[in-house]
């Protein structure tokens, strides 16, 4: 389902390297065709999301991070405007959020022994496209000026820094890293043709989280999980990040072949509280949580994707 938006209010002020905009809420008929668009099979707890142009997620503000995002991934989100360029690569924070995390609550991380990276949820690699369908996209040729604003919006809001959780960088989602692994994964299959509903997020043990930042109030995740929803059906990954807090050892190091991270849904929703897929009938929501993941994605990337 695709879903277009009218034209926005943007207020920007140009000088020098100074510029500011505000994205328009979208009006209550254009959060439906978000929800229709970027959730599969229903909302997956019952607390209120925040509704994007690019993603629908739930924040939790204990910690200051996702709870779980959910998104559409398909190829015409791939042409995205070049995120070197200061005004599409900007963390921003969220003007939905009472004090945002904002950009220097994570200064010095990276550093650290722990080489925490400013880690995005739903990827800046499918902020693109144009998602208004009025021909034309967020930047203009090369890449620097702003031909439209509410597809300009879609980068911006997967910028907000409540898309954004301390990641590991050269163990994880840096290039060698299993969440790297997986995105360059289902990046290749988008560009193949390949349509995803995905929805991520952290997890958090009950006691002993690390709290980084200057006033340590942002969690660093102890693991991760991932479902990749195609039409071959769901893949579930959970990852190790810091600990392993589960009973069984269910997940992943941060070491392992990304394979060897594949789980049922139903572990998903054990570590997570998280309930997917409870809009479809029982017998398709119980089909869908059992899918033997491993199977679905052996046959995936037998394509050579």
Not at 155 to 183: C, D, T
Request: charged residues 25%.
């Amino acid at each position: 389902m695709y879903f277009m938006f009218p034209g926005v209010i943007l207020a920007s002020v140009i000088c020098g390297a100074a510029w500011a905009q505000d994205c328009r809420s979208l009006s209550d008929s254009e959060k439906a065709a978000a929800l229709a668009t970027h959730v599969f099979g229903g909302l997956p707890s019952d607390n209120a999301p925040l509704i994007r142009r690019g993603y629908v997620m739930e924040y939790d503000d204990r910690f200051r991070t996702p709870r779980w995002a959910s998104w559409r991934a398909a190829a015409e989100y791939r042409v995205t405007p070049d995120r070197n360029l200061s005004r599409w690569g900007r963390f921003r924070p969220d003007p939905d959020i009472d004090n945002p995390v904002v950009g220097k609550d994570y200064r010095g991380l990276f550093r650290t022994a722990d080489n925490f990276a400013r880690g995005h949820i739903v990827p800046y690699f499918i902020s693109g496209g144009d998602r208004d369908a009025d021909g034309q996209r967020a930047a203009d040729g090369n890449g620097a000026e702003i031909v439209d604003l509410d597809d300009a919006c879609t980068v911006f809001e997967i910028n907000y820094m409540s898309n954004i959780v301390p990641q590991r960088h050269k163990r994880f989602n840096g290039a060698g890293g299993l969440w790297h692994a997986l995105e360059t994964r289902i990046r290749t299959m988008i560009d193949k043709g390949h349509v995803f509903h995905i929805v991520a997020g952290p997890i958090y043990g009950e006691a002993d989280v690390l709290m980084v930042g200057p006033d340590k109030d942002i969690g660093a995740p102890d693991m991760f999980f991932k479902i990749v929803i195609g039409q071959r059906g769901p893949v579930a990954f959970l990852f190790e990040h810091r600990r392993n807090i589960t009973d069984d050892g269910a997940g992943c190091p941060l070491d392992a072949n990304l394979a060897d991270c594949i789980v049922s849904v139903e572990v998903i929703e054990r570590e997570t509280g998280l309930d997917f897929f409870t809009a479809l009938p029982g017998a398709r929501e119980l089909e869908l949580e059992s899918t033997d993941g491993a199977t679905t994605w052996a046959r995936l990337t037998a394509l050579g994707l």
